[in-house]
């Protein structure tokens, strides 16, 4: 139960024990093609967007968006939620960028127009966003935010690798740019894959750089790859992880699955992941806990950042581990010693044995932990 790598469908763990594909073989073309498709639909995107599905995890997706958009010297706008907007801060700076920062205090967001006046502060090519920042379980306003990007002609990135797939998204409605994962997430498949959608402004952008990206990580060497797999033809520029991508056409499959209209399904989705987080939360308040988010309207749905009781600390992972159950410690620098975290995206949320069995061990840890005291 932790924040990914999560466990996986049966469905999804089926398919990626079979016999490994050649990535021109007929099939495995056909599951990239019917991948890329089914993560527009996920994506909420439209269809002059590029999907890309290449190996590696969240960071390489998050270094394809940086590297992609954004050329030295220019400047970035990163709303900081946590760690993993601390990350995408120093990937700008490394790829030469002047990245200011909008910050709140861990467990808060800074808001839409705090955002707005940085981007009026001075000219600004693009915003950067953690969808769920993972170390405290907080959720931007995304929707907000692309709006008032959009207002102002910058491109939007949003780092969605703790919420592609649980949390809503509407990437063509908003009008965002990037929307990137990781397969181990609220996708539902075993780590390897980086997955993210660009919009045909982004890819614009990309265009036009003076300063390319490093070779591997090029959306123009991957686009012509993308595309003739669409088109069911075989392609190579790099090796896919071919079982990965075996594996994604069915677990895609499955998130689509809830009803004929992608739309409804992906609706479905996020409601259910809504209503599973709901439950841990009643859970929560039912044995006093704080959660870390400052207000239940930035709590993310597809994780839940807890803070220990007065007077126990991180010895608490160890005794909900004792009770069956693996949870997540603190990740954030400045609390990372105050709080625990629990993952509820992706498969989970479909086994309410688990679940219950997971509020069952920290509950009881948690009791036991008091009773001690
Ligand atoms: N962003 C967020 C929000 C994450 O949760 C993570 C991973 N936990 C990453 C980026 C980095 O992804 P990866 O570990 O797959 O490289």
């Not at 907007?85 to 790829?95: I, N």
């Given at each position: 139960m932790i924040p990914g790598p999560l466990e996986v469908s049966d469905g999804v763990r089926a398919a990626a024990a079979e016999v490994p594909r050649r990535h021109v073989a007929p099939d495995l073309v056909e599951a990239m093609g019917a991948s890329l498709e089914a993560m527009r639909h996920v994506w909420r995107a439209g269809n002059e967007a590029q999907p890309f599905i290449v190996a590696g995890s969240g960071t390489l997706a998050m270094e394809m968006a940086t590297w992609n958009l954004v050329a030295p010297g220019e400047r970035v706008v990163v709303v900081n939620t946590g760690f993993f907007s601390d990350r995408a801060a120093e990937m700008l700076r490394r790829r030469g960028a002047n990245v200011a920062q909008v910050s709140a205090e861990p467990g808060d967001a800074p808001g839409a127009d705090a955002v707005a006046q940085a981007l009026d502060d001075h000219p600004t090519a693009a915003l950067f966003a953690t969808h769920v920042d993972t170390s405290t379980g907080v959720r931007v306003d995304a929707e907000a935010l692309c709006r008032v990007a959009s207002e102002r002609d910058m491109l939007t990135v949003f780092d969605g690798v703790c919420a592609t797939g649980g949390e809503r998204f509407e990437m063509e409605a908003w009008n965002a740019d990037v929307y990137l994962t990781a397969s181990q997430k609220a996708i539902g498949l075993p780590a390897g894959l980086a997955l993210l959608v660009a919009s045909a402004r982004a890819l614009k952008r990309r265009r036009a750089?003076?300063?390319?990206?490093p070779m591997a990580i090029d959306w123009l060497e991957w686009l012509p790859v993308m595309t003739a797999y669409e088109e069911r033809r075989p392609a190579y520029f790099a090796t896919p992880a071919t079982t990965l991508v075996w594996a994604l056409r069915t677990g895609l499959a499955e998130i689509l699955s809830a009803d004929t209209d992608p739309a409804t399904a992906m609706d479905a989705r996020v409601a259910a992941h809504a209503e599973v987080a709901q439950t841990f939360r009643a859970a929560w308040r039912e044995l006093e806990l704080d959660l870390v988010p400052v207000s239940e309207a930035l709590a993310a749905n597809t994780l839940s950042a807890v803070r220990y009781p007065d007077g126990v600390g991180q010895e608490l992972v160890g005794a909900i581990k004792e009770r069956g159950v693996v949870v997540a410690p603190g990740l954030?620098?400045?609390?990372?010693?105050r709080y625990f975290r629990v993952g509820h995206m992706g498969d989970v949320i479909t086994r309410p044995t688990d679940i219950n069995r997971c509020i069952a061990a920290v509950s009881d840890a948690v009791r036991a932990a008091r009773s001690g005291l």
């Amino acid at each position: 139960m932790i924040p990914g790598p999560l466990e996986v469908s049966d469905g999804v763990r089926a398919a990626a024990a079979e016999v490994p594909r050649r990535h021109v073989a007929p099939d495995l073309v056909e599951a990239m093609g019917a991948s890329l498709e089914a993560m527009r639909h996920v994506w909420r995107a439209g269809n002059e967007a590029q999907p890309f599905i290449v190996a590696g995890s969240g960071t390489l997706a998050m270094e394809m968006a940086t590297w992609n958009l954004v050329a030295p010297g220019e400047r970035v706008v990163v709303v900081n939620t946590g760690f993993f907007s601390d990350r995408a801060a120093e990937m700008l700076r490394r790829r030469g960028a002047n990245v200011a920062q909008v910050s709140a205090e861990p467990g808060d967001a800074p808001g839409a127009d705090a955002v707005a006046q940085a981007l009026d502060d001075h000219p600004t090519a693009a915003l950067f966003a953690t969808h769920v920042d993972t170390s405290t379980g907080v959720r931007v306003d995304a929707e907000a935010l692309c709006r008032v990007a959009s207002e102002r002609d910058m491109l939007t990135v949003f780092d969605g690798v703790c919420a592609t797939g649980g949390e809503r998204f509407e990437m063509e409605a908003w009008n965002a740019d990037v929307y990137l994962t990781a397969s181990q997430k609220a996708i539902g498949l075993p780590a390897g894959l980086a997955l993210l959608v660009a919009s045909a402004r982004a890819l614009k952008r990309r265009r036009a750089l003076t300063s390319p990206p490093p070779m591997a990580i090029d959306w123009l060497e991957w686009l012509p790859v993308m595309t003739a797999y669409e088109e069911r033809r075989p392609a190579y520029f790099a090796t896919p992880a071919t079982t990965l991508v075996w594996a994604l056409r069915t677990g895609l499959a499955e998130i689509l699955s809830a009803d004929t209209d992608p739309a409804t399904a992906m609706d479905a989705r996020v409601a259910a992941h809504a209503e599973v987080a709901q439950t841990f939360r009643a859970a929560w308040r039912e044995l006093e806990l704080d959660l870390v988010p400052v207000s239940e309207a930035l709590a993310a749905n597809t994780l839940s950042a807890v803070r220990y009781p007065d007077g126990v600390g991180q010895e608490l992972v160890g005794a909900i581990k004792e009770r069956g159950v693996v949870v997540a410690p603190g990740l954030h620098p400045q609390l990372k010693e105050r709080y625990f975290r629990v993952g509820h995206m992706g498969d989970v949320i479909t086994r309410p044995t688990d679940i219950n069995r997971c509020i069952a061990a920290v509950s009881d840890a948690v009791r036991a932990a008091r009773s001690g005291l």
